[in-house]
């Protein structure tokens, strides 16, 4: 259980497009999605946290109107990178965490995120 | 804020023998603590977390982690490593009622015949 699919795995783009990447629950509503960013050989950075039905809380640094959140759904969440630049080619991986159990409440969810497997993304 | 630490950038193990991987965390409060591993192009998959209860704790694939709070700790361990797991190894701190991740850098584990 917990599987959560990313879609494109990979993707080449000119400069100066736009490009959607989508990120779904498969089995399991998540109120909460993260989207990463990860350059080659380091570490992953959070770029923002994805509420369903709210607006999206970047990290300190992100550009809101080049990467924009979407969370329609309790099963989806989409980033797009507007007008995409070389700079902004990299590796987005996005995650979601299985909401509280019943009988939780407001306790911290000791839940784990789960991943999907990453976009590559290469502006030309 | 919470922090990760991973000391060692590379790791490089002969087949069949064991590994430990270290972890230090910055917490103030009691943490929850993940590994998670990454195949190269892929992302992340859950090795195994601490919550609370038994330090420790069983993963999959043949891994443990064992969580000690005196020094501040999450090593993970295993007795007898196979080439595929080779990869990238992340330790990830848990903290705040967003449960964000924070992420270590990271150790690439090189796994010779």
């Known amino acids: 259980g917990a599987v959560v699919s990313q879609h494109p795995s990979w993707v080449i783009c000119k400069s100066g497009t736009s490009v959607k990447i989508e990120c779904r629950s498969l089995d399991f509503q998540a109120t909460t999605m993260f989207w990463y960013r990860q350059f080659p050989k380091q570490s992953l950075m959070l770029m923002a946290t994805s509420n369903e039905g709210s607006k999206a809380t970047y990290e300190q640094g992100v550009e809101k109107d080049k990467f924009l959140i979407n969370h329609a759904s309790l099963t989806l969440s989409t980033l797009t990178v507007t007008s995409a630049h070389p700079e902004d080619s990299s590796f987005y991986i996005c995650s979601a965490r299985v909401p509280n159990q019943p009988g939780q409440g407001g306790r911290r969810s000791n839940q784990p995120q789960h991943f999907g497997d990453g976009t590559r993304l290469s502006i030309l | 804020a919470q922090s990760v630490t991973q000391p060692d950038i590379h790791i490089t193990v002969s087949e069949g023998a064991s590994l430990e991987l270290r972890c230090n965390y910055s917490y103030g409060a009691t943490p929850y603590l993940f590994w998670y591993v990454q195949s190269p192009g892929q992302g992340l998959q859950l090795l195994l977390k601490?919550?609370?209860?038994?330090?420790l704790v069983q993963g999959i694939k043949g891994f443990e982690a064992e969580f000690k709070r005196s020094q501040s700790s999450f090593n993970l361990r295993k007795p007898s490593v196979h080439w595929s797991d080779a990869a990238e190894y992340f330790c990830?701190?848990?903290?705040?009622?967003?449960?964000?991740?924070?992420f270590g850098a990271g150790t690439t584990v090189t796994v010779r015949a």
């Open positions: 990830a701190v848990a903290a705040g009622n967003d449960y964000k991740l924070s």
């Open positions: 601490y919550f609370s209860g038994d330090t």
